[in-house]
């Protein structure tokens, strides 16, 4: 049943669809070559040499978006397999590719486990290592996933206007608490009518008060 209610909520749909959006679409790398089999005739092989299933690319073809999630923290044994696999695709690639040097590995996974808290942490400081590709962890466990998109480089950031309003409410409520009401409402005026010699001559006031 928890696995059930797992594959409803999988991330990596919204991760996928949110590259899609920005311009990214699905491709496999297939290489083909021949070689002679047993009999001395020729035939030709074919190999996935970036073995992942959600692997996605710019139109340019200058960047890659390899997705990766599990229902619980991915350990380091599987982190080095895949670097592995990233790797040997690398290889295949020239000095004049760019891609060779935009890769990002998305591992998407929850970080709420408090009895894994070493591994965890074990996981994350992966994300300092640059080494054969960018990794960027994003938590599933997060109740607004969306928020996680905006660590993702290369992309603008979107501001969710209504909690960017209630923010400012809040700002609003603590200027509020620690100055004199006439700032105050001066302060929420338009910039145009805002009138600054009223708001200084306030303060040197206030610090005389203060001075005595």
């Not at 059930?4 to 920005?22: A, T």
């Not at 960027?136 to 603008?156: C, D, K, M, V, W």
Request: proline share 2%.
């Amino acid at each position: 049943m928890v696995a059930e209610r797992y594959e409803k909520e999988l991330k990596i749909e919204i991760v996928s669809q949110f590259l899609k959006d920005h311009g990214f679409s699905e491709k496999e790398y297939i290489r083909t070559w021949t070689i002679s089999n047993a009999e001395g005739k020729k035939e030709e092989m074919s190999r996935n040499i970036l073995p992942f299933s959600s692997v996605f690319v710019d139109n340019n073809e200058k960047e890659i978006y390899i997705i990766e999630e599990k229902s619980s923290h991915f350990t380091v044994e599987e982190i080095n397999k895949m670097e592995n696999d990233i790797l040997t695709f690398i290889q295949f690639l020239s000095n004049k590719e760019s891609i060779k040097y935009n890769i990002n590995l998305l591992l998407l996974c929850p970080l709420n486990a408090i009895d894994k808290t070493e591994e965890i942490t074990n996981l994350l400081s992966f994300e300092r290592s640059k080494y054969t590709c960018r990794k960027i962890i994003l938590n599933t466990a997060n109740a607004e996933f969306n928020q996680e998109l905006a660590i993702l480089p290369s992309f603008p950031i979107s501001i969710n206007s209504d909690f960017s309003r209630e923010k400012v409410g809040e700002l609003k409520e603590r200027i509020k608490e620690v100055v004199d009401e006439t700032i105050y409402q001066e302060l929420l005026k338009e910039k145009d009518e805002i009138n600054l010699e009223e708001i200084l001559n306030h303060l040197t006031i206030e610090d005389d008060v203060q001075s005595e």
